[in-house]
């Protein structure tokens, strides 16, 4: 049974940072595809970035380039999610997905692409 235990959101003032962190159990996150998204109230789920962590493929959305980073620790079977600079406009229910295999880059942000998901953690960001 897969499980991904998606962790580290809270509340911060805008400019600070957080770390999230995807942790599996059932699932192998090397050589596969984890994404992060997230979810605004009123908002479809929004595609934030991903990692490829056999071939080094990281992807994120315009909006967080420079201020996001994911990185993955295979030993630890856990993939984070770096937040700095953080905006009120990021506030939102995060949540980790793993895909089986790599995943076509066309399909990066789109939620049906992913196969297993986590439960989400609430990042809220005060202005």
């Known amino acids: 049974d897969v499980q991904l235990q998606a962790s580290g959101g809270g509340l911060v003032q805008a400019g600070g940072s957080l770390r999230l962190s995807c942790a599996a159990s059932g699932f192998t996150f090397a050589g596969n595809t984890i994404g992060w998204f997230r979810q605004a109230p009123g908002k479809e789920r929004e595609g934030v970035s991903c990692i490829v962590s056999s071939d080094g493929t990281i992807y994120y959305i315009d909006s967080v380039k420079g201020r996001f980073t994911i990185s993955s620790d295979n030993a630890k079977n856990t993939v984070y999610l770096q937040m700095n600079n953080l905006k009120p406009e990021d506030t939102a229910v995060y949540y980790c997905?793993?895909?089986?295999?790599?995943?076509?880059?066309?399909?990066?942000?789109?939620?049906?692409?992913?196969?297993?998901w986590g439960q989400g953690t609430q990042v809220t960001v005060s202005s």
């Open positions: 997905a793993a895909f089986n295999g790599i995943l076509e880059s066309r399909y990066y942000t789109i939620p049906w692409a992913y196969d297993h």
